[in-house]
């Protein structure tokens, strides 16, 4: 299933923008990108932060939840994220990223549990 971000793009280019390229200028980002985003590629923060300042509609919040990156809480307006579905969009962040930023970003986050370890044993 399509992530509900791509269903509400569909929908504000036919009712709104007419297509994807009015969309884009609209939120300048490429027309690529809309269309992208559309057949359920999931935009990086970046882009959702031009189509919630572009599209009065969206919070970055609303969007980030669209895009299934954050799941509501229950109880609360703040977004939690299951373990399994952050490790499920870190992944899917990184498998966008070219070869060599795929291995920077994996060195960095190597980097990073070190060095919880690190602090963990301080601790």
Not at 49 to 61: D, F, M, T
Not at 89 to 113: D, M, V
């Amino acid at each position: 299933m399509r992530p509900a971000l791509a269903r509400a793009l569909d929908e504000l280019v036919r009712e709104e923008y007419g297509s994807n390229r009015e969309l884009a200028e609209r939120v300048q980002v490429s027309e690529s990108t809309i269309a992208r985003i559309r057949r359920g590629h999931i935009p990086s923060l970046a882009t959702l932060k031009r189509l919630a300042e572009g599209i009065p509609q969206y919070s970055l919040l609303e969007l980030q939840k669209m895009a299934g990156i954050l799941e509501p809480s229950a109880n609360s307006d703040v977004p939690e994220m299951t373990r399994g579905k952050r490790e499920q969009t870190i992944l899917k962040i990184i498998e966008q990223l070219s070869p060599a930023r795929q291995r920077l970003a994996e060195a960095l986050l190597a980097t990073l549990l070190e060095e919880q370890r690190q602090e963990d044993q301080r601790g």
